[in-house]
């Protein structure tokens, strides 16, 4: 049976986390407009520095809780390594969709307002309940993915 757009957006992210490097969570997001992806994106350490998959992750080695602290994280996240795609090729995601296998974080949840992603559809929950105040405040659609 042909997939709904939705799902085959949502398949296509669940394929991008798959190049994830973090340990803790693999998340992968693309951004879509006009039924055409414009970017994809997973988490992971910046370009040219080692990955937590060879070197540790700080936040495990401190016990500290997901969502939380995530100035001690080396990677980026999926949803801020799409944003930073397109900046970097020169591509408009202005009055995009964002789809995330994970809710977004409030870190994420601010990019993505200033980004102009109208939309949010979302697979699995992450433990940050303010990103869904604020994205809702701003007039961000969230949906949970069924």
Known sequence: MRPSWDEY?????????KRSTCIRRQVGAIIVKDKQILTTGYN???KNL???ENIG???QQ????????HELC???HAEQNAIIQAAYNGVSINGGTMYVTTRPCVLCAKMCINAGIS??????????????????????ELVKFK
Not at 9 to 17: C, G
Not at 62 to 69: A, V
Not at 125 to 132: A, I, K, L, R
């Open 9 to 17: 957006f949502m398949e296509i992210a669940e394929v991008v986390k």
């Open 44 to 46: 992971g350490s910046p």
């Open 50 to 52: 080692e990955h937590c």
């Open 57 to 59: 992750c700080k936040r």
């Open 62 to 69: 401190l016990n500290i809780p997901s969502g939380e602290r």
């Open 74 to 76: 080396r990677a980026l």
């Open 119 to 140: 939309k949010i559809i979302y697979n699995g929950e992450y433990p940050d309940d303010m990103s869904t105040e604020i994205l809702k405040e701003a007039g961000v």
